[in-house]
Nanobody
Framework: VQLVESGGGLVQVGGSLRLSCEAS????????MGWFRQAPGKQREFVAT????????LLSDSVKGRFTISRDNAKSTMYLQMNSLKPEDTAVYFC?????????????????WGQGTLVTVSS
């Protein structure tokens, strides 16, 4: 499956962005999906994950209450709605896919990755 992220950009503190991850090449509804991010000089970290059916989600503690993960299997697209953005949310955001129903929070659990989209939160 091929993944393409979009929706990144520059936003002020407290603002909102919605990231999209469009998939092609395989049956999107068979893949659990995840969002990860990597800030300069730091390791890639888990942000959110959603099961293949969309029935189960998990968000990291650092974004819980501010970010929402969702998917539209008919459009082969996953979303990350980001509200109340903080400077520490600045990073390249990657989407990832794994050919299983169940969610996962580890990078090694995912087989396919997008190229990333940059989110910059300015103060």
């Amino acid at each position: 499956v091929q993944l393409v992220e979009s929706g990144g950009g520059l936003v002020q503190v407290g603002g909102s962005l919605r990231l999209s991850c469009e998939a092609s090449g395989r049956t999107f509804s068979s893949y659990a999906m995840g969002w990860f991010r990597q800030a300069p000089g730091k390791q890639r970290e888990f942000v959110a994950t959603i099961s293949a059916s969309g029935s189960t989600t998990l968000l990291s503690d650092s974004v819980k209450g501010r970010f929402t993960i969702s998917r539209d299997n008919a459009k082969s697209t996953m979303y990350l709605q980001m509200n109340s953005l903080k400077p520490e949310d600045t990073a390249v955001y990657f989407c990832a896919a794994r050919p299983l129903e169940f969610i996962a929070a580890l990078t090694r659990s995912y087989d396919h990755w997008g190229q990333g989209t940059l989110v910059t939160v300015s103060s």
